[in-house]
């Protein structure tokens, strides 16, 4: 099956499945196929993250729209795409196989995202939670360099190992914020969360939704035991109070080891 007529089966799962009233379409592919076809022109989109390099361009996520029919209901996007505009060329990586977190991560909508040099930094977002069964605020944050992930994917090398995750963390469960990364520290302003919440006793998911509009988070990651986490997270929750969030300096001093001379 060629890439172009991937999406084409993209649009009509989800046609059919608005025919028989699923809510959700769920990503699945049996492949780690690296799809390419001509050109590159793909569908219009929304809610996507873009990461540009070059004459490259990387898509995370967002919603495909039906041409004729814009105001409908959308379709998750199922793939992260590169976009070579050099060669009129579109790459197209299945998600199955990406690391746990960010397959369901990446197939989701409005995430708040930056880059930094050759590093993209993707937070939160909203999309479908395969274990979990339901749509939700993603409590992640995934990082990859855009350069590295590009030279795979056109020599065909392994990339799937190029992510880093924070992950499972509810402090950076944001959808539709502002991502900005200055020095070692992240800032997040505005957005919202919307997670559901399994009802006692019952079956039943109530959700729940809070409003961060003109709050503004701050913080760092750190390396435990070799995994990332957050660091020194701190929230102003105005913008009267917004100086309390901004540390004495962005960078922090580099660690320095000293050999001692013993002689």
Not at 62 to 70: A, C, Q, S, T, V
């Amino acid at each position: 099956m060629n890439s172009m007529m991937r999406l084409r089966f993209l649009f009509l799962g989800f046609w059919l499945s608005l025919a028989s009233l699923q809510a959700q379409f769920v990503c699945f592919s049996d492949s780690t196929t690296i799809y390419t076809f001509e050109g590159t022109q793909v569908p219009p989109m929304v809610g996507e993250a873009t990461f540009a390099y070059q004459h490259y361009r990387v898509i995370v996520g967002g919603k495909f729209l039906d041409p004729l029919h814009p105001e409908d209901e959308a379709i998750y996007n199922c793939d992260m795409l590169i976009i070579d505009h050099e060669r009129q060329k579109t790459y197209i990586l299945p998600l199955s196989y990406f690391p746990p977190f960010v397959d369901d991560q990446f197939a989701g909508v409005n995430y708040a995202y930056t880059m930094e040099n050759d590093t993209a930094y993707v937070l939160g977002g909203y999309g479908y939670d395969l274990a979990k069964g339901y749509q939700t605020t993603f409590p992640t944050l995934t990082i990859f360099p855009v350069k590295t992930l590009i030279d795979s994917v056109l020599h065909y090398k392994d990339y799937l190992n190029l992510f880093q995750v924070v992950e499972s963390d509810s402090r950076l469960a944001i959808t539709e914020g502002t991502l900005v990364k200055i020095g070692d520290y992240f800032l997040v302003y505005n957005g919202r969360e919307i997670t559901p919440i399994e009802e006692e006793f019952t079956d039943c998911l109530t959700v729940n939704e809070w409003d961060f509009r003109g709050q503004l988070r701050k913080f760092s990651l750190k390396k435990t035991e070799g995994y990332l986490e957050v660091d020194e997270l701190q929230i102003c929750n105005t913008s009267k109070v917004f100086y309390q969030c901004m540390p004495d300096t962005w960078k922090k001093a580099p660690v320095r080891v000293y050999e001692l001379d013993r002689q």
